[in-house]
Nanobody, 127 residues
Framework: QVQLVESGGGLVQAGGSLRLSCAAS????????MGWFRQAPGKEREFVAA????????YYADSVKGRFTISRDNAKNTVYLQMKSLKPEETAVYYC????????????????????WGQGTQVTVSS
């Protein structure tokens, strides 16, 4: 069982930056692949970025490549999402998610692959 708590959201101007954190409980955090997703009002939840259990493999949505960076610190049981050059259309609730995927450097953009979800953190980008 893994419990996830996101933090770091807030209000930022267009072009600004934020770093989201997702703290996980449990001693086996390093066995989990992690993902970030977001959901804007009235829209479907969409994939943002994912990272394998070791951090050796990452994957990004095309819309955020070159601007967002996912990373993890297994010693701190935390995964991060550094976001730069934010756009108003990226206003959404951002969620982190976890999937047990140890010993293979797999990542997935599909929300259906993930077993555990946090409550989300609001990111608002003003124009």
């Amino acid at each position: 069982q893994v419990q996830l708590v996101e933090s770091g959201g807030g209000l930022v101007q267009a072009g600004g930056s934020l770093r989201l954190s997702c703290a996980a409980s449990g001693r086996t955090f390093s066995s989990y692949a992690m993902g970030w997703f977001r959901q804007a009002p009235g829209k479907e939840r969409e994939f943002v970025a994912a990272i394998s259990w070791s951090g050796g493999n990452t994957y990004y949505a095309d819309s955020v490549k070159g601007r967002f960076t996912i990373s993890r610190d297994n010693a701190k049981n935390t995964v991060y999402l550094q976001m730069k050059s934010l756009k108003p259309e990226e206003t959404a609730v951002y969620y982190c998610a976890a999937r047990f995927w140890y010993s293979v450097e797999r990542v997935s953009p599909s929300e259906y692959e993930y077993d555990y979800w946090g409550q989300g953190t609001q990111v608002t980008v003003s124009s």
